[in-house]
């Protein structure tokens, strides 16, 4: 589970990240909300990102709720840095990965042609993270090390409130950065 780890761009060269991070981002919905669509172009709505699962073999999230086209859906959450990742860690032949409704990655498909698929073949649609980030990958994951370093995680009402606190310009300038 969060034994995965991939080096990504920093401020000051690479470094390495945790999938925690991603995960970590996902649980606290620390990230811009406003107009999320999936890859084949889906409007999204997440109504509740799930239960993270910090233990079992199986998808990183249960049980989540979601609105994809208009249409209320509840699933599992699989999360990677990579679409690619799906298949290379196996979740497309694994049974414990068919309630599966959202694969969200970190970064975009290098392979345009690729699609989620599980074991049924069924296409599961993928939201990519990145360029709906509040700030860099980096500070995501600095925040996350420091909570450790200080014996605690930083809880969820903590990150909730910082995000209340970011005005819609700054929304705007991240999707400036991103373009």
């Not at 606290?28 to 084949?40: A, G, N, P, R, V």
């Not at 969820?156 to 910082?162: C, F, G, I, L, V």
Request: proline share 4%.
């Amino acid at each position: 589970m969060n034994e995965f780890l991939q080096e990504a761009p920093g401020l000051y060269g690479d470094f390495k990240i945790r999938e925690e991070v991603i995960q970590k981002i996902w649980n606290d919905q620390s990230f811009i909300q406003k107009d999320l669509k999936t890859e084949c172009g889906k409007k999204l709505t997440i109504l509740s990102p799930g239960k993270w699962n910090r233990g079992i073999e199986g998808p990183d999230f249960f049980d989540a709720r979601l609105i994809l086209n208009e249409k209320n859906i509840r699933g599992d959450i699989e999360i990677h840095f990579h679409a690619k990742d799906w298949e290379s860690h196996g979740h497309n032949i694994d049974p414990n990965f068919t309630k599966v409704v959202l694969h969200v990655t970190l970064f975009p498909n290098r392979a345009k042609d690729f699609q989620t698929r599980s074991e049924k073949n069924t296409e599961i649609p993928q939201l990519i993270l990145l360029p709906h980030l509040f700030q860099s990958v980096e500070e995501y994951a600095e925040e996350l090390c420091i909570s450790k370093l200080a014996g605690r995680e930083v809880d969820k009402e903590e990150t909730n409130s910082k995000k209340r606190l970011v005005p819609e310009k700054v929304e705007d300038l991240a999707r400036q950065r991103w373009n």
